[in-house]
């Protein structure tokens, strides 16, 4: 089932358009405010954000960059008042997918996210010898045994199956996967020794005192 997360503080328009989308057999996950929408994608995965603008604490543009910032690639459309090419413009370079502006019919929203969800569905899954990799899922799929990656995880073993036998060094990592905040070299590690737990033998080895290599068996 795909799940929505909805982040709208008019409450009659909130509780109308869940209605209509869990309808539609949506499951539907609701946000009155900014920070209520943040909480709940620290615990949860979404396939599709909509997003008001004009909320509470954390407006939608701000919301959608600090997302963004941090990795989350999911899919997400704009629902709001501001028409302005210039509006439309910062919802877009904030990272929307779409912009819809208030009042529209739920026939065109409807329609819309159809059409994202068909979008963005295409090139989720990445297939590399024995293993595929469902990134909007997060899932590992080595054998048809499926498991569970978190999000730099997955973006750390992506960059490797990207470029096979080529060794790579912590800092390139660390420049490749995170766009902001620096961790450190333990993190690095960490993630990689997660993945490698994921499989029946290392993968991702180390070629000491150089970086790491990701080799298939």
Do not use: W
């Not at 009042?103 to 819309?112: A, G, Q, T, V, Y």
Request: aromatic share 8%; charged share 30%; with cysteine.
């Amino acid at each position: 089932m795909i799940k929505i997360l909805l982040l709208e503080d008019d409450l009659v328009l909130l509780e109308s358009l869940s209605e209509e989308l869990e309808d539609e057999g949506y499951s539907i996950d609701r946000a009155k405010h900014g920070k209520e929408l943040l909480d709940l994608t620290y615990k949860n995965r979404y396939d599709l954000y909509i997003l008001d603008v004009h909320v509470p604490y954390i407006d939608g543009v701000t919301l959608l960059q600090e997302l963004r910032s941090a990795g989350d690639t999911t899919p997400a459309i704009f629902l709001t008042s501001k028409n302005k090419e210039s509006d439309k413009i910062a919802g877009f370079q904030a990272g929307c997918d779409d912009y819809l502006v208030k009042p529209f019919s739920l026939s065109e929203l409807k329609l819309r996210l159809q059409a994202l969800l068909r979008r963005t569905s295409k090139a989720k899954l990445l297939e590399f010898d024995d293993i595929s990799i469902d990134t909007q899922h997060h899932v590992l799929k080595i054998n048809d045994k499926s498991r569970l990656l978190d999000q730099k995880a997955l973006e750390i073993l992506t960059l490797f199956i990207a470029q096979p036998n080529a060794v790579l060094t912590i800092e390139q990592i660390i420049e490749e996967v995170y766009a902001d905040k620096v961790p450190s070299n333990t993190v690095i590690r960490v993630h990689i020794s997660k993945i490698n737990a994921l499989f029946l033998q290392k993968r991702i080895v180390n070629i000491r005192g150089v970086g790491y290599r990701y080799e298939n068996f």
